[in-house]
């Protein structure tokens, strides 16, 4: 990736910096100073993206789908089960039938990549992808495999804003959309070598996707539960978790996986990923903490859904700093963002006639822009960062906060057609019947208990 190292020496961070780079550029094999370097598919490195991989896989089904369940009421769980798995696996194959190119694929612009690869042309199982070391290469499968686990994610988390009254077709028209005119971009423009972010001056900060994935997902169930409209009996009926138990296996799922999600996202199996692993512990310990103790100091009792949310608050945000972050600089991202999200949710959301169903924006979207924005920070070595001595804060933190404005500004706009769009196709919202009786029963014909 010679455009990473490019970027690294205009940052004047050096070597060292490298692996803290968008992880995704794809410009071919590094070069060495004495030529071209002879790629080499390493065995240890492939085998560890392809842990990762399943490890990111775990957070969609279960993980997601079991934290997301649990918060729902009895009648609406399987629904929730259902469209998580669904819009996944819908997802997965978009991304190979034109995703994987529109977002890395060869040529294209600073918005998007050509689309040489469709139906994945000219992929091979020899065909590889260039990792940070010189000359070391994965699979190119294994690559396209990991980023399409991201991908389905992300589609996924939106679904937090939208639960107990969207139409399953409308979630799945909104879907195909979104997922083309939202998420490959950005994608691209943040981690694609020719991409927009990528090759600003300085380059944005996004090690594992705080801009691509958890800006991008919050703001767009921000949109869509404007859009939808609150539940019936919002702020009237009891809407409380059917099943914290639940919520707390999707939580400890989440977390498992998520190691694959940011210490994957090194491409290798050395000590920038070992760096993301401890910081995707520490900065999660310290949101579970800082959102209880939030919590209490609102005058509230420290409680396991607290604790759960405040985890997923300090994942997130440590996720654009995974490997951009010494730990101590992880903790208090991981704190900050604990007590920003706890404080709207618990104090904000109330007043607010805004029914985020399941907090997909006020952890996910707040929690992103905490840990986009204070990466640049993160980063300096006074905070155990690997930034250089000579790094320059100011540069870095105007290169955050627009790459933060510019994600905010496309998932706002694109999900906004995407939901108008469904919403002309399918009517996006449920009869008001199905809602009062519950879509498990309503838009799928089952349930999730027998009793």
């Not at 100073?33 to 775990?58: E, I, Q």
């Not at 000590?271 to 900065?283: D, E, K, P, R, Y």
């Not at 996720?319 to 900050?336: D, S, Y």
């Not at 790459?403 to 496309?410: D, G, H, L, T």
């Amino acid at each position: 990736m010679k455009q990473a190292f490019k970027i690294a020496g205009a940052l004047g961070l050096g070597a060292a910096m490298t692996a803290a780079l968008p992880a995704w550029a794809q410009d071919g094999a590094l070069q060495a100073a004495g030529g071209p370097a002879a790629a080499t598919v390493n065995k240890g490195d492939t085998a560890w993206m392809m842990m990762s991989t399943v490890l990111v896989m775990t957070m969609i089904v279960p993980g997601l789908a079991l934290f997301y369940g649990g918060l729902v009421r009895t009648k609406n769980m399987l629904s929730v089960l259902t469209q998580i798995l669904a819009v996944a696996s819908f997802a997965m194959i978009i991304w190979v039938i034109y995703g994987y190119t529109m977002a890395f694929g060869d040529g294209g612009n600073a918005f998007i990549s050509g689309f040489g690869k469709l139906f994945l042309a000219g992929v091979t199982p020899d065909s590889t992808s260039a990792t940070f070391t010189d000359g070391v290469v994965i699979p190119e499968y294994v690559f396209i495999a990991f980023q399409m686990t991201f991908a389905a994610i992300t589609v996924s988390l939106v679904i937090g804003g939208l639960v107990e009254r969207m139409k399953f077709a409308g979630l799945i028209v909104f879907a195909l959309i979104w997922l083309t005119i939202v998420y490959f971009p950005i994608a691209h423009m943040v981690w694609a070598g020719n991409g927009l972010l990528f090759n600003w001056e300085p380059a944005a900060l996004d090690f594992a996707g705080g801009t691509v994935v958890h800006i991008n997902a919050g703001i767009s169930a921000l949109v869509g539960a404007i859009i939808l409209g609150p539940r019936l009996g919002y702020k009237k009926d009891i809407m409380a978790p059917h099943s914290l138990v639940m919520t707390l296996i999707g939580t400890g799922l989440l977390w498992v996986g998520w190691f694959g999600f940011n210490a994957g996202s090194a491409l290798e199996a050395n000590g920038s990923a070992a760096l993301a692993m401890i910081n995707t512990f520490v900065a999660t310990a310290a949101g579970v903490l800082f959102w209880m103790l939030t919590e209490r100091m609102l005058g509230h009792k420290s409680s396991l859904l607290g604790a759960c949310s405040g985890a997923i608050a300090g994942l997130v945000a440590v996720t654009p700093a995974a490997g951009n972050a010494g730990p101590f600089g992880a903790i208090l991202l991981g704190a900050i963002a604990a007590i920003v999200c706890a404080f709207f949710v618990v104090s904000v959301k109330p007043k607010l006639n805004l029914d985020d169903s399941l907090d997909a924006f006020g952890i996910h979207g707040l929690g992103g822009i905490v840990g986009s924005i204070g990466t640049a920070f993160t980063m300096l070595p006074g905070l155990g960062g690997p930034g250089a001595a000579d790094y320059a804060l100011g540069p870095q933190l105007v290169t955050q906060v627009v790459a933060v404005v510019i994600s905010v500004v496309w998932a706002a706009v694109g999900s906004g057609i995407a939901f108008t769009v469904a919403k002309a196709t399918t009517g996006l919202r449920v009869s008001e019947e199905v809602e009062r009786e519950g879509l498990d029963l309503g838009e799928h014909g089952e349930r999730a208990y027998n009793y």
